[in-house]
């Protein structure tokens, strides 16, 4: 067995949430930089213009990129062969999200009486085990422009993948102007009603232009990405050609009376970074 | 793109130039706030107590990042309108002259832009930076205890921002 301390975890957490806040993930502003280079409708191009700027600036003078600094989302895979010390994971990244959110807005509040933890906690951390010694952290800042416009549909399977298809072109179709296009989407495919979503938000974390592994995949996400930038929404919904600048799927095995299908909408300006803590 | 000038408060003989899909710069004071600064604001009408104003204002749909010491705002771009949609057209009718946010409205937010002769600018989605530059003074007015959702008072200079629902009831977003 190694330790590592639920504490370290959560530093480094805080540091990449400082840092992502203000910047934008490398394979995004690349697609960004690409979907100017190609648009033709004249508002929608000074729109990715402004876009692009926007990145430059942020990251030129470490200002957070977008107001909605979101809500911590923290995807863990800890080796089965780590022993986990000190507090909770909960109360350790809990604790060091909100010494990082100085700067950052503090959007976290509870659900019934709407009154703010003005501390943008409690993060939300999805937890699994996997074989080895090293602890990889997957962070993310999910606005909620983007997450409003998210979507859940349990399917039957006389319904199939072909309703499926047309669900998850017809989600980012009627989310339109709200998300921020050009999107990323996240599609959960299989599983429990909970499971599909999980995915949905974890294929975020794929770097656009990235294949999936498998090929059956890889190929739906090429068609749905296709079929999504033919919608002509474009960069803030002002028409063009760019949509959307990225599709993933992630799936899972799903019971045969089902199945679900999950949608996760995230804008143009992916925050989001990943590191692994090594086990000595 | 050439950009047209207007200064705030907004005159609505110069909104009637303004056309779906035009650029422009805003300067002047606006009101700041969103979902709860509105709920808020009508539960005060419903009371009879109108907390604040808005008679001529221009509002922009924003809840800013803190800003660092030494700097008036933090990051300050535009949220989801369409949240604000049922607010609205009651709003236009009772004097509101413009709103500022990002993404679709409803028809009945298209036709209260019509029928009063007012606009609704998009501003751009994600551009919190972009948006802080443009802003050269903000003060909280009201329920400061909303945070990033209090009512603040702001003012902007070349905030630039598209027509997106003209005094025509054009609206830029295509079904």
């Known amino acids: 067995m190694v330790e590592i301390s639920t504490k370290l975890i959560a530093q480094r957490i805080a540091e990449s949430i400082d840092k992502i806040s203000c910047e934008v993930e490398d394979s995004c502003y690349k697609a960004l930089s690409h979907a100017l280079d190609i648009e033709d409708n004249k508002t929608t191009k000074f729109a990715l213009s402004v876009m692009k700027d926007n990145f430059d600036i942020a990251i030129k003078e470490h200002r957070p990129v977008c107001q909605d600094t979101g809500m911590v989302v923290v995807f863990l895979e800890v080796g089965n062969e780590v022993f986990l010390t000190g507090e909770t994971l909960q109360k350790a990244i809990d604790k060091e999200v909100e010494k990082a959110y100085t700067y950052l807005r503090k959007s976290v509040l509870d659900p019934i009486t709407r009154v703010n933890t003005k501390t943008n906690t409690p993060a939300v951390i999805h937890l699994k085990q996997v074989e080895g010694k090293d602890v990889k952290v997957q962070v993310m800042l999910k606005g909620f422009g983007s997450e409003n416009m998210s979507k859940m549909y349990m399917l039957n399977p006389a319904q199939g993948l072909e309703e499926a298809k047309r669900l998850i072109v017809q989600t980012v179709k009627d989310a339109a102007s709200n998300p921020c296009p050009p999107v990323i989407v996240g599609v959960g495919l299989g599983g429990t009603f909970e499971k599909a979503a999980e995915m949905s938000k974890h294929a975020l974390f794929r770097k656009i232009g990235s294949s999936n592994e498998r090929k059956d995949l890889d190929d739906l996400e090429k068609e749905l990405l296709t079929k999504i930038n033919d919608l002509g929404i474009g960069a803030q919904g002002f028409g063009g050609k760019t949509s959307a600048l990225g599709l993933f799927i992630e799936a899972y095995p799903t019971h045969i009376s089902s199945l679900p299908v999950a949608v996760n909408i995230l804008c143009h300006c992916s925050r989001a970074a990943e590191f692994v803590i090594k086990g000595e | ?175």
């Open chain 2, 1 to 175: 793109m050439d950009a047209i000038k207007l200064n705030l408060p907004l005159d609505k003989n110069e909104l009637k130039k303004l056309h779906v899909g035009d650029m422009v710069l805003l300067t002047g004071p606006m009101l700041v706030f969103r979902d709860a600064g509105h709920k808020r604001l009508f539960e005060s009408i419903q009371n009879n107590n109108q907390a604040f104003e808005y008679k001529g204002e221009t509002i922009y749909f924003m809840g800013p990042c803190p800003a660092k010491e030494g700097e008036v705002i933090g990051s300050a771009g535009p949220t989801t309108s369409c949240r604000m949609d049922k607010y609205t057209p009651f709003m236009l009718d009772t004097g509101l002259a413009g709103q500022i946010g990002k993404g679709k409205r409803s028809q009945d937010c298209i036709d209260a832009f019509k029928r009063n002769g007012c606009v609704y600018f998009a501003a751009i989605g994600g551009a919190g930076a972009i948006y802080q530059k443009s802003i050269k003074s903000a003060k909280v007015l009201t329920f400061d205890d909303l945070g990033p959702e209090a009512i603040r008072r702001i003012e902007v200079q070349d905030f630039p921002c598209i027509v997106a629902i003209d005094t025509f009831g054009e609206s830029i977003y295509k079904e």
